[in-house]
């Protein structure tokens, strides 16, 4: 049976390549018992051309290559055959996938967006910085550890989110990008200024705090120690000393 196509389809043509179906099908006297099809070729020094076409000469192109990682209801699967041709919803593909747990299911075309490439030099148990998160702008530049890498939250009108991150101080986030920390001196920027996090600064009074390289505060910011006799913590954070008694001056002496 000759596949039948309908108006902005993307196909492929034997002999000229890719193209999109403009009008059709209709009946030719050049395609024969075929259906015929008017297509714009989209690739090639044919591009931007529009000629007559047999449905014979044309196949479908996918949305998903057969190999793809694409995501079904928030997981990834692996696309295996398709696209199909519903009986009763001609302009509803869809596809045969494979789960995670080598199972395989159909998936409509609608309900599949192809799986975001995560950044492979991130992996789970890396220390990192939150660089952007959606509808949590206020974690961005915050601390803390990948304890997934494959999340695949994707929020409404947004791009998928694949690291899980547990904050320092506690909670976690989704987040969309990360940065990993490396062994150079920590540091933590907080309105617009970055502090070395190995340094010592000395607030409008006079006073001298050290900033945590590891340990957070709820609010998220480094937990920040008062210098008495020594150093001695007492639940400050860089937040709020900043906003207490800032600015802060680097101590270099």
Not at 163 to 172: E, I, K, M, N
Not at 205 to 212: A, E, H, I
Request: charged letters at 25%; aromatic letters at 8%.
């Amino acid at each position: 049976m000759t596949q039948e196509f309908k108006v902005g389809d993307k196909v492929t043509h034997r002999i000229f390549g890719d193209g999109e179906v403009r009008l059709g099908p209709y009946s030719s006297v050049f395609a024969g018992t075929d259906p015929g099809y008017t297509v714009e070729i989209t690739t090639g020094s044919l591009a931007g051309r529009v000629g007559h076409c047999r449905a014979a000469d044309l196949t479908l192109r996918p949305d998903f290559e057969h190999g793809a990682t694409v995501l079904v209801d928030g997981e990834r699967c692996t696309v295996t055959a398709g696209p199909f041709r519903d009986r009763y919803e001609a302009d509803r593909p869809w596809y045969v996938v494979e789960n995670p747990d080598g199972s395989h299911e159909t998936s409509a075309a609608r309900h599949m967006t192809l799986a975001p490439t995560v950044d492979t030099s991130v992996k789970v148990g890396d220390r990192v910085r939150v660089l952007e998160a959606m509808h949590a702008e206020e974690q961005h530049g915050k601390l803390g550890r990948i304890t997934d890498t494959d999340a695949a939250w994707t929020p409404h009108n947004g791009e998928v989110h694949p690291y899980r991150v547990a904050l320092d101080g506690g909670g976690f986030i989704l987040a969309r990008r990360v940065e990993r920390v490396g062994d150079a001196p920590e540091t933590y920027t907080y309105r617009g200024v970055v502090y070395d996090l190995t340094a010592a600064y000395r607030d409008q009074d006079g006073d001298v705090w050290r900033l945590s390289v590891d340990e957070r505060h709820p609010n998220g910011s480094p937990l920040a120690a008062l210098r008495v006799s020594g150093f001695h913590p007492h639940g400050s954070s860089l937040a709020g000393v900043v906003n207490q008694y800032g600015p802060l001056t680097r101590v270099t002496d």
